[in-house]
Each structure stands twice: as C-alpha cells, then as structure tokens.
C-alpha cells in the first residue's frame, strides 16, 4: 500500500519569506516516483517535480527547491523568496513502479495550503 | 504538447437528472485514463482506471452503476454521472497516460458539477 502524508494544512507566510512544505510517504516498493503538484484557486493542477526514488539529488528550479531523504522518507519542497502568486494548494504524490515497467496510480497527500500575505 | 482538455468546466443541474463529463487527449493518445473526484479543501481521490475498449475498474466505495465510465477511443473518455444528487457535487478531474510512457499522468483542467 502506498500512503502519502503531509501534515501541515495550512501555512501562511509574508511576502519574500522563505517556506517549506513537509512530505513523508511509504511504499514497499523499491522503486518509485515522487511529484509535487500546484493547484490554483482555478483547480487546474500544475506539475511541479517528478523525483525518481533512485535519484536523490536535490533539485533546484529558480525559486523552488526539493529536498529527497529518502532514509527518512521524506520528499520537501521550499519556495525561497515566496510571492502572493505562489498562493495556492500544493500536493505531494507517489506512484510506484511495477515490474512491467509502468507506474501504479498516484496516490496523493492531502495538500498544503499556501498563503502569502503581501 | 500532452494536453488535456474536459468538457464542461462547470455544470449545475437539478436532482435525478444525468450528467456527462468528457476527457480528451488532444495531441496524444492515452491508453488509460483516471477519473479523480475532489471535495472543496481535500485531497484528489481516484474513482476509477479506464482503459481504451475495456471496462473501468472502479475505487473501493466507487459506485460503477453511478458512475458510469466509457472509453470508447484512445483520445476520449466519459464520465456520466446518473441520477445526480446534491452530494455529487464535487471537482472531477481527469488524467491521461499515453501509449509508451506509462509514467507519465497528464490531468485536464477539472469539471465543477453542482447539483441543486
């Protein structure tokens, strides 16, 4: 089974504040995909990342950062510098990869609210 | 490239009637697609796996008879929710994996349905 789970509901910050979003997951499975995901107020889902479970490195793209430990399971995202237009819904998700060489479904966390106050 | 539209954004409709979502891939073919169905301020929840000429394989708690699911080609897929009920009311969402890239999900931009 696969479980997702991101325990911050909610978090607002001020404009130009740096903010992390926490996500931990589990899987038997030895390989696997991480994403994280925007929603907008508009609904529309925006793909952000997609992480390969042998891939640890972390990544950086402009003012976004991910950060995988996967000893302890755990798949962060940071937005430095944070602006009122990264308000929004962020969703962390898993789908792993099965022997034929696709992925299973995405199971998703339950998701971060964002706010950044101007 | 990879896009995926849904048709309506929005619909209301009355109690008892049916309604259709449609799914399309526009530039790609996609063997599966995913039906998700999401409540004001919580998670997106799988409803169902479609896959292009045979029957949906549904979500534990995932009424079939309901939800009626058709992939009847490799660019589209349909949700027709029958017999609507205020508690249908939701954001539906589809994603779209193409032929020979199963690890990839492309999602359409979401249908808000309210029943009344």
């Known amino acids: 089974a696969q479980k997702v789970t991101q325990a911050q509901t909610e978090i607002s910050v001020v404009e130009k504040e740096d903010v992390t979003l926490d996500c931990v997951y589990e899987?038997?499975?030895?390989?696997?995909?991480l994403f994280w995901y925007k929603q907008p107020p508009s609904g529309e889902l925006v793909f952000l990342i997609r992480?390969?479970?042998?891939?640890?490195q972390n990544e950086i793209s402009g003012r976004y950062s991910w950060n995988f430990q996967k000893s302890t399971s755990s798949f962060n995202f940071t937005i430095t510098a944070s602006q009122v237009v990264d308000s929004a819904v962020y969703f962390c998700a898993l789908s792993a990869l099965i022997s034929s060489g696709s992925a299973r479904q995405l199971t998703f966390g339950s998701g971060t609210q964002l706010t950044v106050l101007p | 490239g990879a896009v995926v539209s849904q048709h309506p954004s929005r619909v209301i409709c009355k109690s008892g009637t049916s309604v259709k979502i449609e799914c399309r891939s526009l530039d790609f073919q996609a063997t599966t697609m995913f039906w998700y169905r999401q409540f004001p301020k919580k998670s997106l929840m799988l409803m169902a796996t479609s896959n292009e000429g045979s029957k949906a394989t549904y979500e534990q708690g995932v009424e079939k008879d309901k939800f009626l699911i058709n992939h009847a080609s490799l660019t589209l897929s349909t949700l027709t929710v029958t017999s609507a009920h205020p508690e249908d009311s939701s954001f539906y969402i589809c994603s779209a994996r193409a032929s020979g890239r199963t690890r990839e999900q492309y999602f359409g931009p979401g249908t808000r349905l309210t029943v009344t």
């Open positions: 992480r390969n479970s042998f891939d640890e």
């Open positions: 899987t038997r499975d030895t390989t696997y995909y």
